[in-house]
T-cell receptor, first 112, second 109 residues
């Protein structure tokens, strides 16, 4: 079983709709992250959380919000989706910088 | 500001040829660097860490502080090495990572 699970795997939504991407992990890691991947731009950090009561903005948080429902769950929401939010979204977990991250399989989101 | 550059978007080599994926960083401190790999239709996974001085799947990387580089090398490329490769390092006291834009390696038969 995957240790970092993202749902859905693919989603097409319309402009203006609210959408939630979910991430759950069985790694027992405290740190969870949401990244966005765009061709030629690599991965850019949206939000991160070090525990249930800790939420921090990344470099591109505008238009997004997150919820850390439990140590194992970290959701990303687009309150009103727009086409330039079409991208591949990755959730990642970590226990400390020197061990790197464990990534989920990604959610491919298309906003039409 | 901290930054990672990977100058090649695409690198094509023939099977058995040496391969070098370039990574340069801009950081005021002395970072610990990482390489991640993403095979087709798979998640990103950690390939190697400078801190552990390891060699994974025949790949090695040497940190050159004078040139601020952490190039990934393999003496004999295999077709299964075809993938996207990302260079990254932790910043903000290790709280986050900054990733380069990635290089797509294509190993031709």
């Amino acid at each position: 079983d995957a240790d970092v699970t993202q749902t859905p795997r693919n989603r097409i939504t319309k402009t203006g709709k609210r959408i939630m991407l979910e991430c759950s992990q069985t790694k027992g890691h405290d740190r969870m992250y949401w990244y966005r991947q765009d061709p030629g731009l690599g991965l850019r950090l949206i939000y991160y959380s070090f525990d249930v009561k800790d939420i921090n903005k990344g470099e591109i948080s505008d238009g997004y919000s997150v919820s850390r429902q439990a140590q194992a769950k970290f959701s990303l929401s687009l309150e009103s989706a727009i086409p330039n939010q079409t991208a591949l979204y990755f959730c990642a977990t970590g226990s400390g910088w020197n061990y790197g991250y464990t990534f989920g399989s990604g959610t491919r989101l298309t906003v039409v | 500001a901290q930054r990672v550059t990977q100058p090649e978007k695409l690198l094509s080599v023939f099977k058995g040829a040496p391969v070098e994926l370039k990574c340069n960083y801009s950081y005021s401190g002395s970072p610990e660097l990482f390489w991640y790999v993403q095979y087709s239709r798979q998640r990103l996974q950690l390939l190697l860490r400078h801190i552990s001085r390891e060699s994974i799947k025949g790949f090695t990387a040497d940190l050159n502080k004078g040139e601020t580089s952490f190039h990934l090398k393999k003496p004999f490329a295999q077709e299964e090495d075809s993938a996207m490769y990302y260079c990254a390092f932790p910043y903000n006291y290790g709280q986050n990572f900054v990733f380069g834009p990635g290089t797509r390696l294509s190993v031709l038969p």
